[in-house]
């Protein structure tokens, strides 16, 4: 089966700086990898997500670039706000019948 | 309701008991996902369905854990003879069909076995 690492578990920034959220996959048939963002007591949400077709994809703030070759796909926040601390998970999928997660980063956003 | 909503929030039950938790997903989404999350972890798969039936049920740990979906909406999460090792909080997520699309979880159901 699929197997994802998350890298770094924490992850403490500046305001304004950005953080980068870096994951790993070992099953070359994945092809869509959602990113989830999950505050305390709530279920996750989806952020971004990224299909195999594509390299990059970028929503204002935030942006997923995938690298099929290294079989790595990484999170790119910029100009970070306290509202986004949370932790955040990324997946990968091959058929949409499951989501295989990272273990999850927390973020923590000093004011 | 506009999200995938579960109920209850939080059930703590004895050990050996039995317990339902339900969800109700986003109106018109034919998947539906059941998953569990372990304090500081991330959501484990455990059962997908495609309208009534349970396309993929590889993520049940045992036969304690069954799912139901009788009229392609809303979902049962069955656990029978509960053990401690069941604590966890169990995510329910929905998305419009077959493929690769958006799945929107609901805030799940914290389970407590004492």
């Known amino acids: 089966g699929e197997n994802v690492e998350q890298h770094p578990s924490t992850l403490s920034v500046q305001e304004g700086d950005s953080a980068v959220i870096k994951c790993t996959y070992s099953?070359?048939?994945?092809?869509?990898f959602p990113w989830y963002k999950q505050e305390l007591g709530k279920g996750p949400q989806l952020i971004i997500d990224?299909?195999?077709?594509?390299g990059e994809k970028k929503d204002q703030r935030i942006a997923v670039t995938l690298n099929k070759t290294a079989k790595h796909f990484s999170l790119h926040i910029t100009e970070t706000q306290p509202e986004d601390s949370a932790v955040y998970f990324c997946?990968?999928?091959?058929?949409?019948?499951?989501?295989?997660f990272g273990t999850g980063t927390s973020l923590t956003v000093i004011p | 309701g506009a999200g995938v909503s579960q109920t209850p929030s939080n059930k703590v039950t004895e050990k050996g008991k039995y317990v339902e938790l339900r969800c109700d997903p986003i109106?018109?989404?034919?998947?539906l996902y059941w998953y569990r999350q372990s304090l500081g972890q991330g959501p484990e798969f455990l059962i997908y369905?495609?309208?009534?039936?349970?396309?993929?049920d590889s993520g049940l740990p045992n036969d304690r854990f069954f799912a139901v979906r009788p009229e392609g909406s809303v979902s049962t999460l069955k656990i029978q003879r509960t053990e401690r090792g069941d604590s966890a909080v169990y995510l329910c997520?929905?998305?419009?069909?077959?493929?690769?699309?958006?799945?929107?979880f609901g805030q799940g159901t914290r389970l407590t076995v004492v």
């Open positions: 109106s018109g989404h034919t998947a």
């Open positions: 990224i299909r195999s077709n594509v």
């Open positions: 997946a990968a999928s091959d058929t949409g019948n499951q989501f295989y």
């Open positions: 369905f495609q309208g009534t039936g349970a396309a993929d």
């Open positions: 099953d070359s048939a994945s092809n869509y």
């Open positions: 997520a929905s998305s419009l069909g077959r493929g690769l699309t958006e799945a929107f």
